[in-house]
């Protein structure tokens, strides 16, 4: 498969591929099923979106482990009937890669039934693969000497803050730095959707 033919594919399919030539570790599959459930906040079929994301989110910062948020969105929340995006949030390490591709299909085939305007959410879910798992047929080695500490520093903020809007400015950080790499330079500075996990913050701070 060309990078060409890999760009324009289903997010789900893209997964599929990605796998393939670079497997992504569950803190990144876990940062993409809970970006896609944030966008997911503002579609009207999926009122309880908002409540999955904060499941990941506890997930993320160490503030609660999967076994705990799982039996208690069973007992209480009720998630257990859209495991779409639920359990995509909340599945073990195993089934992660599965759980997220498996929404992205899903929510496109739920709007539909619905009746609702859904050609968006794949190009979201595709936006969301590029941001979180990069681009595996353009692998870019981290030179030392960008991180300097106002790149870092600037990183830092975005990442913990998700001061997206910051990402124009890291990119005439890192030019400062002597880094003139297309990609990383072309993501900063691209108005498609970001999320936490960014491969280019997540590159500054050695994050996997």
């Not at 993409?32 to 459930?37: E, G, T």
């Not at 106002?150 to 803050?161: D, K, R």
């Amino acid at each position: 498969m060309t990078e060409e033919e890999w760009l324009i594919l289903h997010p789900a399919l893209m997964m599929r591929q990605i796998k393939q030539v670079a497997p992504a570790t569950s803190r990144k599959l876990r940062l993409l099923a809970v970006a896609y459930a944030h966008y997911l906040e503002s579609q009207p079929d999926y009122a309880d979106a908002k409540h999955v994301s904060h499941l990941g989110e506890e997930v993320l910062e160490g503030r609660q482990t999967l076994d705990f948020l799982w039996d208690d969105s069973q007992r209480g929340w009720g998630y257990q009937g859209d495991w779409s995006i639920a359990n995509l949030v909340l599945a073990g390490d195993d089934n992660l890669d599965g759980k997220v591709r498996s929404a992205f299909v899903f929510s496109v085939d739920r709007g539909q039934r619905a009746g609702l305007d859904v050609s968006e959410r794949p190009m979201v879910a595709r936006a969301l693969v590029l941001c979180i798992l990069a681009n595996p047929f353009r692998p870019i080695a981290l030179d030392p000497s960008w991180l300097t500490s106002n790149v870092l520093s600037l990183a830092q903020g975005i990442y913990h803050e998700r001061a997206f809007d910051r990402l124009p400015i890291l990119a005439d950080a890192l030019q400062d730095a002597g880094c003139e790499n297309p990609e990383i330079l072309a993501h900063c500075r691209s108005e498609s959707p970001h999320a936490r996990g960014c491969w280019v913050v997540d590159l500054l701070l050695g994050k996997y």
